[in-house]
């Protein structure tokens, strides 16, 4: 029966993973505040999904990796749907904590680091591309920033593409730091994963290379 157990629980989690992600994605795509934005947002989470069916059988990932992918499309998507400068939550707490802006952005953007961050660990940890921790740590800090730094000239080129539809992407709402700070909250995600998630991640990534050893 021990066989049987992980299969179901594995095929039960996929499908759950799955349920939430398309309720999700429909409710994002139901009249959002601009369907041009919508697209410009929500194209991330659609390409994970697509490279999540592409590699699931190739390269099975952590159950805490699928967890933090699925946690980062749903912030995506719910950005998408009302522009990350309009996210009701964000703009009642503007008030309440002091803010000037709608800081729904900084979420995404740390998230933006820290689910880059466990999935760079575990392709490195998994492909032994670096033996030493510390060598590690510094690769997974740079692809971070560097992922961010790529996602900032991403927008960039938008605005110059698209003019005034893009100011919704952009989302600066008129901070001049915007750039700078997205980067350092990709940056403060990053190391919250490796500080907070590498125990964990290191138990599961051994169970992914025993499935037999939990019974």
């Known amino acids: 029966m021990s066989p ?36 410009l947002e929500a194209a991330p989470a659609l390409i994970g999904f697509v490279l999540l069916l592409l590699t699931y059988r190739a390269f099975p ?19 998408a749907h009302y522009t990350y400068a309009e996210v009701p939550l964000f703009e009642e707490l503007k008030p309440i904590l002091g803010f000037e802006r709608n800081n729904y952005d900084k979420v995404g953007h740390f998230m ?3 689910v880059p961050a466990i999935i760079c660990r575990e392709i490195l940890i998994r492909l032994a591309v670096v033996r030493s921790a510390g060598w ?6 740079a692809v971070c920033l560097a992922f961010s730094a790529l996602y900032e000239l991403m927008e960039w080129l938008v605005a110059i593409s698209s003019g005034e539809s893009a100011a919704a992407f952009l989302g600066t709402q008129g901070f001049i730091w915007d750039t ?30 025993h499935p037999g050893a939990s019974g």
């Open 4 to 39: 049987i157990l992980p299969f179901l629980r594995n095929h039960g989690l996929k499908a759950a993973w799955i349920t939430v992600f398309v309720a999700v994605l429909l409710w994002s795509a139901y009249e959002p505040l601009e369907y041009f934005t919508w697209a």
């Open 61 to 79: 990932l952590t159950p805490l990796l699928y967890l933090l992918i699925l946690v980062h499309v749903i912030v995506l998507l719910v950005g």
């Open 112 to 114: 933006q680091g820290l």
């Open 136 to 141: 590690r740590n510094f690769l997974i800090l």
């Open 180 to 209: 700078q700070t997205d980067m350092a909250f990709a940056l403060l995600g990053a190391l919250m994963a490796l500080i907070l998630l590498s125990r964990l991640h290191d138990l599961q990534l051994a169970r992914l290379d």
